[in-house]
């Protein structure tokens, strides 16, 4: 049961590191640690992706800044509560982890796939520029009951597709993992700037 849990959910990022480990929490002993890379897109643009690693996979002590990186894993979430409200934390939770070459870059460095179900009714809309995109939360089954929940965002024909769906539908997707800077402005005033990370789909369909 728990290999389909992880089947449901898989990651690939080849990148580089661009931050130290910082700690994160503990579980029945064994550490874990936060560290970010830099993903390139086609575009020339960049996503910078936080990774939760564990302490027994690599020594977190070391600075590995300006090294390119593989890792295989899962998208999750969790709830964080600060300033009176719950707040999603998105990571990709580590399951194997190695150092490469150049030619890593190569491989395709940013994909995901989801089996999971849609957990609130889509967001279909159009930019000023006549765009079509909807926004999708997903739901994906962990072993022991737990789910995480996955923000979604589909372009063209797939948001046409995806808007109509229902709570409770089935879907499988595939895309790539993205990050964009917005800010936040705080009750004191201060604005904070933020990153949020969502999925990019490229491909998607409904199981019947």
């Known amino acids: 049961m728990a290999d389909k849990a992880m089947d449901n959910n898989q990651v690939t990022i080849v990148g580089t590191v661009d931050s130290e480990f910082t700690y994160s929490h503990e579980v029945f002993g064994e550490g874990f640690y936060m560290l970010e890379v830099v993903v390139n897109r086609l575009s020339h643009m960049q996503d910078r992706i936080p990774l939760m690693v564990s302490e027994r996979l690599v020594d977190v002590k070391e600075s590995y800044r300006g090294k390119i990186v593989e890792v295989h894993g899962q998208f999750r979430s969790y709830n964080k509560h600060e300033e009176g409200r719950n707040r999603l934390i998105l990571s990709v939770f580590v399951r194997e982890f190695a150092f490469v070459g150049e030619e890593g870059t190569l491989t395709k460095p940013n994909s995901i796939y989801l089996d999971g179900y849609i957990c609130k009714p889509p967001v279909y809309r159009m930019t000023p520029l006549g765009r079509e995109i909807a926004d999708l939360l997903m739901a994906?089954?962990?072993?022991?009951?737990?789910?995480?929940?996955?923000?979604?965002?589909?372009?063209?024909?797939?948001?046409?597709?995806?808007?109509?769906?229902?709570?409770?539908?089935?879907?499988?997707?595939?895309?790539?993992?993205?990050?964009?800077?917005?800010?936040k402005r705080l009750d004191n005033d201060v604005v904070e700037k933020r990153t949020a990370y969502e999925i990019s789909v490229s491909k998607i369909e409904c199981v019947e």
């Open 140 to 183: 994906v089954n962990r072993p022991y009951g737990k789910s995480d929940y996955l923000p979604c965002i589909c372009w063209g024909r797939n948001a046409r597709f995806a808007g109509k769906f229902e709570v409770g539908t089935h879907i499988h997707l595939w895309g790539r993992i993205q990050s964009r800077t917005y800010q």
